[in-house]
């Protein structure tokens, strides 16, 4: 195809509506019919990256192949694409100021006055036609944050104005909206949706779809209200309706022939109808499951729906690919206790404990850990969980009371995890992790190299401390196993209790590598162990 195809999805009325699922479901649809497609996000807010945002701020902070901290929703196009995503695919407000400074001050500007029109839209542009020219994709959906109408949000909203003009037939925009149902007066109310486009168009924007988030199924009539006071055809309006899943949303776009819509607005020929075999043995497979599996998750962000977003998603992948319903029970690591730990976590088939920073819930974790180590019930522990495993083990097994972390204790006298070295003098919060993709080699029998079936695996990290080599020998002594470590450094990435049915703990992320089409292998295994368990 000769020219990159830009999408570009936008919201309006209320926010958290689902862009970046519909974003991800009309690229699942056009990269069923073989077009090449990525899906990058813009976010208005002026930090850099969400890497230095808490969970409560912002959910989930998802992590690329090439070590970018990004927005969840990339979480989502990973695992509906089934593709890999850079730090391309995720631009702040931050960011594009942080560049148009820096070239400011170089003077690339040449002694002009730098203005958000053109310098700061410019850069918006550059950055949204960089992923398509450079990489060659057919179709890149642009989902822009936050909702029309935001102060913030408008250099976004202005650059895509520009580029619609720019780019011709090139180019549509999708506007996502929500219709609120009025129990009272048993009705739904399209004015919002209105007053949203009218907004949009005062800005300069017509949208070319138009996706109508609802609870129930609008009318006929309904729809062509939408489509006559917005200027939009009747075709080109679509319902998002509530769904038992979200991976149901790509097929029912499908049915409503959005793909169809937008090949026929860039010029596209449409061709058959995909079949989506895998996407639908998926979903069948969901439909079919009868029985559950009971996962506990053991965090202290378990009070917000997102902040462990990329792990429910990939335990309730692993569930389905077991054919088993996930059944997951989230448990505030503060609130767990010795007195407690048999009551609340006997019943389940599994524990996972989740990766966080700081010393808040921590005991917590320690607890469930020993509970589960003794009463040997599968357990995975990721990143900072897997160093609890580690310092629970040394606690309670190796007699090393006071062992720790030095982010916990500074000056704990076992320091079994700690700063890597050249880490140690860097104050920089963006620039003191291990981040991104690393490579990690597995021995042979081990719980994990059965899981993967190879011995080389790349993985994904966000941490600061790790393993401490010192305490190897002592720990391996005692019957810890240190099965996955980093070709390059010697860095331990996998521990494992192989007298126990399933206990291992990953210093890597494996959730950022879970998709739909190909679950991750090592919470497949988990799953499998907890289901065996029952």
């Not at 976590?345 to 808040?360: E, H, K, Q, T």
């Not at 629970?392 to 009371?401: I, Y």
């Not at 209790?497 to 988990?526: A, C, M, R």
């Amino acid at each position: 195809m000769a020219d990159t195809k830009y999408i570009f999805v936008t919201g309006g009325v209320v926010s958290s509506l689902g862009k970046g699922i519909i974003s991800a479901s009309l690229g699942k649809l056009l990269q069923a019919r073989g077009y090449k497609v990525t899906i990058q996000k813009f976010d208005p807010y002026i930090n850099i990256d969400p890497g230095t945002l808490n969970p409560y701020e912002h959910g989930e902070c998802y992590v690329t192949v090439d070590g970018r901290e990004t927005d969840l929703d990339l979480g989502h196009y990973e695992r509906f694409l089934n593709a890999q995503t850079t730090r391309a695919n995720n631009i702040t407000t931050g960011r594009i100021y942080q560049t148009v400074i820096d070239k400011e001050r170089r003077g690339d500007y040449l002694g002009k006055t730098v203005q958000v029109i053109p310098h700061i839209t410019d850069e918006i542009k550059r950055n949204i036609k960089l992923l398509g020219t450079k990489n060659h994709f057919d179709f890149v959906i642009t989902e822009i944050g936050g909702t029309v109408g935001d102060i913030e949000s408008l250099p976004f909203i202005e650059s895509v104005r520009q580029l619609k003009w720019e780019l011709g037939k090139n180019c549509l925009c999708v506007h996502l909206t929500y219709v609120p149902y009025i129990a009272a007066a048993k009705e739904f109310k399209t004015k919002p949706t209105q007053h949203s486009v009218k907004q949009l168009q005062e800005l300069g924007i017509q949208p070319d779809v138009l996706v109508l988030r609802t609870e129930k199924w609008l009318n006929h009539d309904i729809i062509r209200k939408v489509a006559l006071f917005c200027n939009v055809a009747g075709g080109s309006v679509m319902q998002s309706v509530d769904v038992p899943t979200i991976y149901e949303v790509p097929l029912l776009l499908q049915k409503q022939e959005m793909d169809v819509r937008v090949l026929e607005k860039v010029g596209l020929e449409i061709g058959p109808t995909p079949e989506m075999k895998q996407w639908k043995d998926f979903l069948n497979r969901k439909t079919n499951a009868k029985e559950t599996v009971k996962i506990g998750l053991i965090g202290k962000y378990v009070e917000l729906q997102d902040a462990y977003k990329s792990i429910d998603e990939s335990l309730l992948l692993a569930a389905i690919y077991n054919d088993r319903l996930l059944d997951l029970h989230l448990f505030h690591s503060e609130k767990i206790n010795d007195n407690n730990a048999a009551e609340l976590l006997s019943d389940m088939d599994g524990l996972v404990i989740a990766p966080g920073f700081g010393n808040r819930g921590i005991e917590g974790k320690f607890v469930a850990i020993k509970y589960a180590r003794e009463n040997d019930k599968p357990c995975l522990g990721i990143c900072l969980g897997m160093q609890c495993m580690v310092i629970e083990f040394a606690r309670n097994v190796l007699g090393f009371e006071e062992a720790n972390s030095t982010e916990m204790a500074r000056n704990t006298p076992y320091k079994v995890i700690d700063l890597m070295e050249e880490q140690k003098n860097i104050t920089n919060m963006g620039g003191t992790m291990r981040l991104g993709a690393y490579e990690c080699v597995l021995q042979k029998d081990s719980k994990a190299w059965q899981a993967y079936g190879k011995e080389l695996i790349q993985e994904r990290h966000r941490h600061r401390f790790e393993f401490n080599n010192e305490y190897r020998t002592q720990f391996e002594d005692a019957g810890m196993r240190f099965t996955g470590e980093n070709p390059d450094t010697g860095l331990i990435e996998v521990a494992e209790l192989p007298d126990l049915k399933w206990f291992v703990g990953v210093q890597y992320h494996p959730e950022y590598n879970s998709t739909v089409i190909n679950p991750n292998p090592l919470f497949v295994s988990f799953v499998k162990a907890a289901i065996e368990n029952k």
